[in-house]
């Protein structure tokens, strides 16, 4: 059997087609996913492979997606259901917090410094230890600022399971971060 | 929800948010993960098709019969699909662990020689070049100039600039592997280059070109480094 490969240059209509939706792609939603994953998986070497290996697949249909209501909702359910994948066939990405030189350096001014690092790191750290779901509908929520509705449409549920998720990823938040009051937790 | 409940959520939300924005900070940088989807995305198009990655030297070896205990019929299938991918990877390594002789890696293109071939920094146009230069495949211009760097020698293309931009003044700015590694390898921040881009009034991706430039030439940025260089490594 043949092993020859058919011609990869930019005289292809297809290769060319495909370049051009991959120029779409990286201009219009790498950053955010790549942001999106950082925070989502922890680390940003394992959310440059994700979203390497999301886009791969998108672009090559991307004029489809494109013309959805939310292809922006749609990419984000793909990472997202990739990195739940990743988690459950291989259970050897483990997230690995950051230390508290690396937390320090991304820290703002504000406030009383140091205190700020500590209770972050502390919160960072509970908020990985979260269930996968649970921790993705946080991040969904309160660093992509999406609706509950949204967040149903990535993670493919219901918003009363988005809320359910969200509430006992909270609770379990509060139960221990250390930081807050006992009168509120 | 009471009030008084509600202000405590806000403020919960509030460091909740500040938390996962400060990691997002540490994302990989979007031109080099551009740079290595459109690779991949060239390689993906030049590959032959997954069952022809099967075969291997006349030795015939399917995914079907990478089976057992390895239940990994399927992850097999799916690293012929994509043998450039982190599945692939693990799978290829899963199953020579046992010494099973098998990879998703096209015939006559290692792994070691892909590693080695987009680690020392091509992006992807200088395979075109190489391409036309040996008057061989793409498959074949990677495999050779991989094995070239594995036995210390260097192609006779050298790695392009990551990215190409038209600079602010109109000129084409060139952004390189050494300049990316000089940046982030002397601590830059995601805030530093936005204060840079700031001051110079220029596109990011032309800051990070200048103030890379600038360290390997031995002068300090304008904007010093909020971060430190420990624990710096490429892509990350």
Redesign the interface.
């Given at each position: 059997m043949s092993t020859r490969t058919r011609p990869a240059g930019p005289d292809s209509d297809a290769v060319t087609v495909a370049a051009r939706a991959l120029d779409d792609v990286v201009r219009d939603h790498l950053p955010g996913l790549l942001r999106y994953a950082t925070v989502l998986v922890g680390d940003g070497h394992t959310a440059a492979d994700l979203v390497q290996e999301v886009l791969l697949r998108a672009h090559v249909r991307w004029t489809r997606i494109s013309l959805m209501d939310r292809p922006d909702l749609y990419l984000r359910r793909m990472v997202t259901n990739e990195h739940l994948s990743w988690r459950r066939r291989w259970h050897v990405r483990t997230i690995q917090p950051a230390d508290d030189a690396v937390l320090a350096s991304h820290a703002r001014p504000q406030g009383d410094h140091a205190e700020h690092v500590v209770r972050d790191d502390a919160l960072w750290r509970h908020l990985t230890a979260l269930p996968p779901r649970q921790r993705a509908v946080l991040v969904l929520r309160y660093y992509e600022g999406l609706a509950d509705a949204e967040i149903a449409t990535v993670l493919g549920t219901s918003g009363a399971t988005v809320r359910s998720h969200a509430s006992r990823a909270l609770a379990a938040l509060r139960l221990t971060d250390l930081t807050t009051p006992p009168e509120d937790r | 929800m009471t009030p008084h409940r509600r202000v405590?959520?806000d403020d919960?939300?509030d460091?909740?948010?500040?938390?996962?924005?400060?990691?997002?900070?540490?994302?990989?940088d979007?031109d080099t993960?551009?740079a290595?989807?459109?690779a991949?995305?060239?390689e993906?198009?030049?590959?032959?098709a997954s069952v022809?990655a099967l075969?291997r030297g006349g030795r015939v070896v399917a995914a079907g019969l990478v089976t057992g205990s390895l239940a990994v019929a399927g992850?097999g299938a799916a690293a012929a699909a994509?043998p450039y991918?982190?599945?692939a990877r693990?799978v290829e390594t899963a199953v020579q662990a046992v010494g099973i002789d098998w990879s998703p890696m096209?015939?006559?293109y290692t792994r070691d020689q892909h590693d080695a071939f987009w680690d020392a920094g091509y992006v992807g146009p200088e395979?075109?070049q190489l391409?036309q230069l040996w008057d061989v495949?793409?498959?074949e211009a990677k495999a050779r100039a991989g094995q070239m760097i594995l036995d210390g020698q260097e192609p006779p293309v050298a790695p392009g600039p990551l990215t190409t931009v038209q600079g602010a003044a109109g000129s084409t700015v060139e952004y390189t592997l050494e300049q990316y590694d000089a940046l982030w390898g002397s601590?830059y921040?995601y805030e530093d280059v936005e204060a840079l881009v700031a001051l110079w009034g220029v596109e990011e991706t032309e800051a990070k070109a200048r103030a890379g430039q600038m360290i390997l030439d031995g002068v300090t940025p304008p904007v010093a480094p909020?971060?430190?260089p420990?624990?710096y490594?490429r892509?990350?």
């Open positions: - | 405590v959520d919960f939300a460091r909740l948010t500040r938390v996962m924005q400060d990691r997002a900070a540490t994302a990989p979007v993960v551009a290595a989807l459109r991949r995305a060239r993906q198009d030049a590959r032959p022809v075969h992850a994509n991918s982190e599945v693990a096209p015939a006559g395979v075109d391409m495949d793409a498959l601590g921040l909020s971060g430190t420990e624990g490594h892509g990350g």
